[in-house]
């Protein structure tokens, strides 16, 4: 690439993305483990099979906007909802919006990778504010940064990736108060938050600069399929129809999307199994002495190692994939299933052995 004549800013990037490696066990990109029954798969295939290939998709993705209306309840119809292939679209149609040269978007860090990769995609600064030492952002912490800021973007990640740890509804409703432009909440692991902890979609009819993203990719078993959408205001809405490609979401991806929401307690039934599978291994985490942050989220970042690229070598050595992300010392594993996670312990404690 260094003889093209490629944007400055691009020069000695690598692409985005976690290792996508074949071992026994993936922990690292917070997927639900769970396949779809024979079941689902029958009549997903159906609904692939003639989905009017000869012609374009609906570009408004009506029926599917219609149907994740009805998923999120909260008195919300397509109106209010906007769908892409993954949260990442979602997140950048929303960007090409309300960001772009001279505007700026704000997070909390350390907070997902992928917010600065959208950020310079479409030209939007990116700033970011540090959260206390227990990875949570307070009403203090969203008022000085805002005052300090003024961003354009205000970003939430509630519950947040690395850290799992939640946004009080409390400190939403502050931050639509102060932020002079948009607030958007990322609520990606939403589902798998501890009961009690609500989502901003209840905020949404009392503020119409608020924007609720939700993805398919984790609780719903679908990151394959690629689906992400948010709620909001329909001037949102009608925003972003203005800055997406024609044609965005194939028919292919509408159509299985529908058949997915339609078996939605199906695909949702393992949430529960999930949740606690984290839970026992937060109250494992900690027994050994290690460091956690509460989580709300299907993974658990937990250190603090002197070296943590040596941890992560050692758990991929012995089939164990996990995530090295977050702040130094720290690492992020994914809530799997009772066997996956019974091998993370296994390997961990070798690991351990091994460097003690
Ligand atoms: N937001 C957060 C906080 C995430 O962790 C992720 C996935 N890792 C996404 C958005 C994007 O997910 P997707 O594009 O698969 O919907």
């Avoid at 099979?49 to 909260?74: I, M, Q, V």
């Avoid at 989580?295 to 994939?321: K, M, P, Q, Y």
Wanted: net charge negative; hydrophobic share 45%; charged share 20%.
């Amino acid at each position: 690439m260094a003889d093209l004549p490629l944007r400055p800013e691009l020069a000695g990037q690598e692409p985005y993305g976690a290792p996508q490696l074949d071992v026994p066990h993936r922990l690292n990109v917070n997927e639900n483990p769970y396949p779809p029954s024979p079941g689902l798969l029958a009549a997903i295939g159906r609904a692939a099979a003639d989905p009017g290939l000869n012609r374009y998709p609906d570009r408004e993705a009506t029926a599917l906007r219609t149907d994740l209306a009805a998923y999120l309840g909260h008195g919300l119809g397509p109106e209010n909802v906007w769908a892409a292939n993954g949260s990442n679209e979602v997140m950048t149609h929303l960007l090409q919006a309300f960001g772009g040269p001279g505007r700026t978007v704000l997070t909390f860090a350390p907070s997902y990778s992928m917010y600065p990769e959208y950020a310079r995609n479409t030209y939007t600064r990116y700033l970011t504010a540090p959260r206390r030492p227990d990875f949570t952002v307070d009403a203090d912490l969203v008022r000085a940064a805002v005052a300090e800021h003024h961003p354009d973007v205000l970003l939430l990640t509630s519950p947040n990736n690395p850290t799992g740890t939640s946004v009080s509804l409390d400190v939403v409703r502050l931050a639509c108060e102060v932020a002079p432009g948009m607030v958007v909440v990322d609520e990606a692991y939403q589902e798998f938050a501890r009961s009690g902890t609500p989502s901003a979609l209840s905020l949404l009819a009392e503020h119409p600069r608020l924007v609720v993203t939700r993805t398919m990719s984790k609780a719903f078993a679908f990151a394959g399929g690629r689906l992400g959408y948010l709620a909001a205001a329909p001037a949102v809405v009608d925003a972003c129809r203005i800055v997406r490609l024609p044609y965005h979401l194939s028919a292919v991806t509408q159509a299985v999307a529908r058949v997915a929401l339609a078996h939605a307690p199906e695909l949702l039934s393992q949430v529960d199994a999930l949740r606690r599978e984290r839970d026992l291994l937060v109250d494992w985490l900690r027994d050994r002495g290690l460091a956690v942050a509460d989580t709300d989220a299907n993974f658990v970042l937990f250190g603090r190692f002197a070296d943590r690229s040596a941890v992560w070598r050692g758990l991929l050595e012995r089939g164990v994939l996990i995530r090295e992300t977050g702040p130094d010392g720290w690492l992020r594993v994914s809530a799997g299933t009772p066997t996956e996670m019974a091998a993370f312990r296994t390997a961990l404690v070798q690991v351990a052995e091994e460097m003690a």
